[in-house]
């Protein structure tokens, strides 16, 4: 028996990746307790948690690419002919790394696990980058939304349920802006700056994306659930972990 693939989308700030690994410490606490009020034979199926990029070689020139700015999203709005070949291409780069990153994590994770029967859920998948590089090739490539959409669908399956964690892009940069603070003042280093937002974590493009990710759910409404990120983490976390429990119970 084929297994499912859930995937959690959203613009970067949404709290997607932590909620991820809650729902990995609430699924395996509810599979060891017995006296849980949930019911197990919607979690009978092995769980196999995993995420986009990946950490693998392509996954890691990307998480480097998007670090060092060298392509930041504000040249994605920005009008002039400076270095607007370079900027496209650099764009379109980050595309297929992409791509090649989706391949690796299909081959290495996403199918040998479907294939066993089990219920994969992906912190990020083919609709992020349909949604953020739809936004990037925005001015280069006619309808990029659709064209990188119909570029997977050949290939890359699609999945079975996606829960899209939706919220204000501004909220979302404030809690960029914070987790870099964070992360900052963590550092050994008390005389480093503050850092940067990375490439994708701006207002302007985000909102880009989010409409572009609001596309996606509208065109694929029997896929997506939308979720409301603008709550506590206990509260999210509570909300997507019912609705993947609905639909796994629905298929068994």
């Given at each position: 028996m084929r297994g499912?693939?859930?995937?959690?989308?959203?613009?970067?700030?949404?709290g997607k990746s932590t909620i991820a690994e809650e729902l990995a410490r609430r699924v395996a606490k509810i599979r060891s307790d017995q006296g849980s009020?949930?019911?197990?034979?919607?979690?009978?199926?092995?769980f196999i948690f995993t995420?986009?990029?990946?950490?693998?070689?392509?996954?890691?020139?990307?998480?480097?690419?998007?670090?060092s700015h060298e392509t930041a999203d504000t040249a994605v709005f920005d009008n002039s002919n400076d270095g607007e070949d370079s900027i496209?291409?650099?764009?379109?780069?980050?595309?297929?790394?992409?791509m090649a990153d989706h391949a690796d994590h299909l081959a290495g994770v996403v199918e040998p696990a479907l294939n066993k029967g089990c219920v994969v859920i992906s912190d990020r998948y083919s609709d992020s980058r349909v949604a953020y590089q739809g936004a990037t090739l925005r001015d280069v490539i006619p309808d990029p939304v659709r064209w990188i959409r119909d570029l997977h669908r050949s290939w890359s399956p699609i999945p079975d349920l996606t829960l899209l964690?939706?919220?204000?892009?501004?909220?979302?940069?404030?809690?960029?802006?914070?987790?870099?603070?964070?992360?900052?003042?963590?550092?050994?280093?008390?005389k480093s700056e503050r850092?940067?937002?990375?490439?994708?974590?701006?207002?302007?493009?985000?909102?880009?994306v989010e409409e572009n990710f609001l596309w996606l759910a509208k065109a694929e409404p029997e896929r997506f659930v939308l979720i409301?990120?603008?709550?506590?983490?206990?509260?999210?976390?509570?909300?997507?972990?019912?609705?993947?429990?609905?639909?796994l119970s629905s298929i068994e």
């Open positions: 499912r693939l859930i995937t959690l989308e959203g613009i970067d700030g949404t009020d949930i019911s197990t034979c919607e979690l009978e199926r092995e995420a986009e990029p990946t950490s693998g070689k392509a996954g890691k020139l990307l998480r480097e690419r998007l670090q496209k291409f650099d764009h379109l780069g980050d595309l297929f790394l992409f964690f939706v919220l204000d892009p501004a909220i979302a940069v404030k809690r960029c802006l914070f987790r870099s603070d964070c992360q900052n003042s963590q550092s050994s280093d008390s850092p940067k937002p990375e490439k994708f974590e701006r207002e302007g493009f985000l909102r880009s409301d990120a603008d709550r506590e983490l206990e509260e999210v976390t509570e909300s997507a972990l019912k609705a993947i429990l609905k639909f």
